[in-house]
């Protein structure tokens, strides 16, 4: 599993859903970019390792930084030149990751499940080269049930053909029902969660619920380093050893001079 904390200089993320600029989030800490660099380096292995090209990003409950990890993990994986990378904002509720894009709903995945518009149609570029995005379309009364179709299955077969990687920005596995009916479909899922905003039950709930062998790594979001051991001892089983990228605060503080 892969364990990757985010240390903020404070530790804790900022409340509030909606961010005006995904790729905004994080400027002011001058090491962010390099723990998404430690991240896509092994999201990489594993998926060139195990031949995985589709991964959703889930987490328990809302909140927990999967619309973040999804666009700033996308625009890693794209800045190498190695792979084309598309994003699909699949909260269809939501919307978070095209609206935090900048871009509008329509047309979209829902445009595409309907019929109303074709795959050319629903793909978009983004400012970064290699990257695309396919935003959620416009709303609809249960995406549930659009996502539970053999359409959408379709479409992840079509979207495999032409992207090297593409990850699914996912609602929270526990409070809604669109996470089961994807559950089958990406080749893993790496899981976002929360440091000291996740109850500890919920983690194990939404584990369960996912399965753990479909969980590929682990995103712990919101880690000050000073509280480790607070959450080695919270997180218990899901935190053995030294997490692989560790940034501590003498570094920061010396990158920040
Ligand atoms: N490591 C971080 N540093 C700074 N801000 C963060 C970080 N992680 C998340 N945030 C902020 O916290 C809020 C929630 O993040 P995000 O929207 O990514 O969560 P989510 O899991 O996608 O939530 P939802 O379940 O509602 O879709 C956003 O305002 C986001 O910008
Ligand atoms: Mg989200």
Do not use: C, W
Not at 124 to 151: C, H, M, Y
Request: no cysteine; proline share 5%.
């Amino acid at each position: 599993m892969i364990k990757f904390p985010f240390f903020r200089k404070n530790g804790k993320p900022p409340g509030g859903r909606r961010p005006v600029d995904l790729f905004s989030v994080g400027k002011e800490d001058l090491l962010f970019h390099e723990k998404f660099k430690g991240l896509r380096a092994m999201v990489e292995q594993k998926a060139d390792l195990h031949r995985m090209k589709l991964l959703g990003i889930t987490s328990s409950i809302a909140g927990e930084g999967k619309t973040v990890t999804s666009a700033q993990l996308g625009r890693s994986l794209a800045s190498t030149g190695r792979k084309k990378v598309l994003l699909v904002d699949v909260d269809i509720r939501k919307a978070d990751l095209t609206h935090g894009m900048g871009e509008r709903r329509s047309p979209g995945l829902t445009e595409y499940l309907l019929g109303g518009a074709t795959l050319q149609q629903v793909t978009r570029a983004t400012q970064v080269p290699s990257l695309s995005l396919i935003t959620t379309g416009s709303e609809v009364n249960s995406p549930a049930d659009l996502l539970a179709g053999d359409k959408f299955k379709s479409f992840l077969q079509e979207i495999r053909t032409s992207f090297d990687m593409i990850l699914l920005d996912t609602p929270p596995v526990l409070p809604v029902a669109d996470t089961p009916t994807i559950r089958e479909l990406p080749d893993g899922f790496l899981f976002v969660y929360r440091v000291g905003h996740t109850p500890y039950t919920m983690l194990r709930q939404a584990m369960e619920e996912l399965g753990e062998k479909n969980v590929i790594g682990a995103v712990l979001n919101g880690v000050d380093v000073a509280s480790d051991s607070y959450y080695r001892k919270y997180y218990g089983g899901y935190y053995h050893g030294k997490p692989v990228s560790v940034i501590d605060r003498t570094a920061e503080k010396e990158a920040i001079r």
